[in-house]
């Protein structure tokens, strides 16, 4: 199964760091794991990964990461441990970009996200057009 972040199979990308196995190694790696925590619903993984709580409840992430459809991951540029990003989700009949530049800090042993602010863009997908799932349907179709 491809990797939702990108970065080849997931059984071998971000699923040993999602199950503990192999921790990320860069900030970059850590990026690329949440944004597939995200895709894949593993808030668990979210939640140990981040220094600050969430402003909501786990149970509300989960909801949320579930009703919406992970489109792709771009990392614009990446330094030690600062993450700039684009990670786009289709929701609500909607293209969504959430453009982050993020911070980590490498805390006993481990990469861990620290902060970022988001700047959100959307983009309203019309009813004929290829659904941006890349499935080869039209929106009606798919996840209208």
């Given at each position: 199964m491809k990797c939702p972040?990108?970065?080849?199979?997931?059984?071998?990308?971000?699923?040993?760091?999602?199950?503990?196995?192999?921790?990320?190694?860069?900030?970059?790696?850590?990026?690329?794991s949440r944004y597939s925590?995200?895709?894949?619903?593993?808030?668990?993984?979210?939640?140990?990964?981040q220094l600050k709580p969430a402003d909501e409840t786990w149970e509300q992430t989960r909801a949320w990461t579930k009703s919406v459809a992970w489109l792709d991951l771009k990392i614009v540029e990446a330094a030690?441990?600062?993450?700039?990003?684009?990670?786009?989700?289709?929701?609500?009949?909607?293209?969504?970009?959430?453009?982050?530049?993020s911070t980590f800090v490498f805390q006993d042993g481990r990469w861990i996200y620290d902060s970022g602010k988001p700047d959100v863009s959307r983009v309203k997908v019309e009813?004929?057009?290829p659904c941006p799932c890349g499935s080869g349907k039209k929106f009606k179709q798919c996840h209208a």
């Open positions: 972040c990108g970065g080849g199979e997931y059984e071998t990308c971000c699923g040993p760091r999602h199950d503990g196995s192999k921790p990320a190694e860069t900030a970059e790696a850590l990026m690329r925590a995200f895709a894949r619903a593993e808030v668990e993984y979210l939640q140990k990964t030690e441990d600062v993450v700039e990003f684009i990670a786009r989700y289709l929701e609500k009949g909607e293209i969504t970009a959430l453009h982050e530049r009813r004929n057009e």
